[in-house]
């Protein structure tokens, strides 16, 4: 594996590339300019295809990391045995490689509120590669807009998680609504539209790897930023 890892081009980490990689289980690297910095492999959940197009995904609209130039590595293996490939792997590219992502919370679910107030470790992937609030996105929505519906859009349209109180549920979006800008806007642009359109009290907070709406006025979380309070 390591001989065909070594002789193989590696390709960017792109949506139109990633289609091309069949839905098979594998192992694969990935590799930030020229350094390896992530060794995984697939599980019962995800093939190949499924888990990079995640880190396609994850990759973007952040700062300090250029989308162009992360690329990829895939082998299908169609028979795993006991053998932990994925540590071994790791084990031997980390004697010329950083292999910096792996263990640093690259790739991982939405912690939940309780970690909210968590500090950051300062080698972690949200710390080095903290979420740019100014890069812009294209909701499809304009003018007059519900607030649960607009905050729908944004949350399926960001690379990272927005969380927000109650799933949307909470009484303070009854009835509603917010006024879109035209065309492509940048995240805090559109959250602080959303922001000022709610009754007092609310607050969105940009954490190092994702944004939170809630009902409150906090100045505690660590590494982050108020973006908006109505």
């Given at each position: 594996?390591?001989?065909?890892f070594?002789?193989?081009?590696?390709?960017r980490?792109?949506?139109?590339?990633?289609?091309k990689?069949?839905e098979?289980?594998g192992?694969?690297?990935?590799?930030?300019?020229?350094?390896?910095?992530?060794?995984g492999?697939?599980?019962?959940?995800?093939g190949?295809?499924?888990?990079?197009g995640?880190?396609?995904?994850?990759?973007?609209?952040?700062?300090?990391l250029k989308?162009?130039?992360?690329?990829?590595?895939?082998?299908?293996?169609f028979?795993?045995?006991?053998?932990?490939?994925?540590t071994?792997?790791?084990k031997?590219?980390?004697?010329?490689s950083?292999?910096?992502?792996?263990?640093s919370?690259?790739?991982?679910n939405?912690?939940g509120?309780?970690?909210?107030k968590?500090?950051?470790?300062?080698?972690?992937?949200?710390a080095?590669?903290p979420?740019?609030l100014?890069?812009?996105?294209t909701?499809?929505?304009?003018?007059?807009t519900?607030?649960?519906?607009?905050?729908?859009?944004?949350?399926?349209?960001?690379?990272?998680?927005?969380?927000?109180e109650?799933?949307?549920?909470?009484?303070?979006?009854?009835?509603k609504?917010v006024?879109?800008?035209?065309?492509?806007?940048?995240t805090?642009?559109?959250l602080?539209a959303?922001?000022?359109?709610?009754?007092?009290?609310?607050?969105?907070t940009?954490?190092a790897g994702?944004v939170?709406?809630y009902?409150?006025?906090e100045?505690g979380y660590?590494?982050?930023?108020v973006i908006?309070r109505?």
């Amino acid at each position: 594996m390591i001989r065909a890892f070594d002789g193989m081009e590696g390709a960017r980490l792109s949506a139109d590339n990633v289609r091309k990689i069949p839905e098979a289980q594998g192992v694969y690297q990935l590799i930030a300019g020229d350094e390896i910095v992530y060794i995984g492999k697939t599980d019962s959940d995800a093939g190949l295809a499924k888990r990079l197009g995640r880190h396609s995904w994850t990759i973007q609209h952040r700062k300090n990391l250029k989308v162009s130039d992360v690329s990829f590595k895939a082998l299908r293996v169609f028979v795993f045995t006991a053998m932990d490939l994925e540590t071994q792997l790791i084990k031997h590219y980390k004697a010329r490689s950083s292999v910096g992502w792996n263990n640093s919370g690259f790739g991982s679910n939405d912690p939940g509120r309780n970690r909210d107030k968590t500090r950051v470790k300062a080698n972690s992937f949200d710390a080095l590669y903290p979420i740019d609030l100014d890069e812009k996105v294209t909701l499809g929505l304009s003018g007059a807009t519900s607030i649960v519906l607009a905050l729908k859009a944004l949350r399926e349209a960001l690379p990272y998680t927005l969380r927000y109180e109650e799933g949307g549920a909470h009484e303070d979006f009854d009835g509603k609504t917010v006024t879109l800008p035209k065309g492509p806007t940048s995240t805090r642009k559109l959250l602080t539209a959303v922001v000022s359109a709610l009754p007092k009290g609310w607050q969105a907070t940009a954490l190092a790897g994702r944004v939170i709406l809630y009902k409150e006025k906090e100045d505690g979380y660590p590494a982050s930023e108020v973006i908006a309070r109505s």
